[in-house]
């Protein structure tokens, strides 16, 4: 039981330091803006995590960008547009609400919803075929 505690702990504690120290700024505020920035930044190398959270090396050099941009004076709205032009809207965890995307938005749920039930009503239908 111990073992199992220390390896649960052990990956759980592993995950949680994927920023290094030698990337830490001093600036405890720009730091700070960092960790915030990088938690709505997709790791397009393991794509449904965070890069605060990824240990890729995309993900590293994302977020030492961030913080070179971040000691340069740049807004955290600078650098999250310029990451969007380059990367695309896919890099944001939480894109904007755009004309583009309204249909998703707005109806997205809606018809995943409704394609869910057709399925059930295509599994049921068929499984009483089946009886």
């Given at each position: 039981?111990?073992?199992?505690?220390?390896?649960?702990?052990?990956?759980?504690?592993?995950?949680?330091?994927?920023?290094?120290?030698?990337?830490?700024?001093n600036d405890t505020e720009l730091e700070n803006r960092a960790r915030?920035?990088?938690?709505?930044?997709?790791?397009?190398?393991?794509q449904n995590e965070n890069i605060d959270s990824s240990e890729s090396?995309?993900?590293?050099?994302?977020?030492?960008?961030?913080?070179?941009?971040?000691?340069?004076?740049?807004?955290?709205?600078?650098?999250?547009?310029?990451?969007?032009?380059?990367?695309?809207?896919?890099?944001?965890?939480?894109?904007?609400?755009?004309?583009?995307?309204?249909?998703?938005?707005?109806?997205?749920?809606?018809?995943?919803?409704?394609?869910?039930?057709?399925?059930?009503?295509?599994f049921f239908k068929n499984s009483k075929k089946g009886k």
């Amino acid at each position: 039981m111990r073992f199992t505690i220390f390896f649960l702990f052990f990956f759980l504690a592993s995950k949680a330091f994927a920023v290094e120290p030698s990337e830490i700024l001093n600036d405890t505020e720009l730091e700070n803006r960092a960790r915030n920035l990088s938690l709505n930044i997709r790791c397009l190398v393991c794509q449904n995590e965070n890069i605060d959270s990824s240990e890729s090396e995309f993900a590293k050099d994302l977020r030492l960008f961030i913080r070179e941009q971040l000691t340069d004076g740049r807004t955290d709205d600078e650098i999250e547009k310029f990451l969007v032009s380059k990367y695309g809207t896919y890099i944001l965890f939480k894109p904007e609400f755009r004309s583009y995307n309204i249909f998703l938005y707005l109806f997205g749920p809606f018809i995943f919803i409704l394609g869910f039930i057709m399925i059930l009503f295509v599994f049921f239908k068929n499984s009483k075929k089946g009886k």
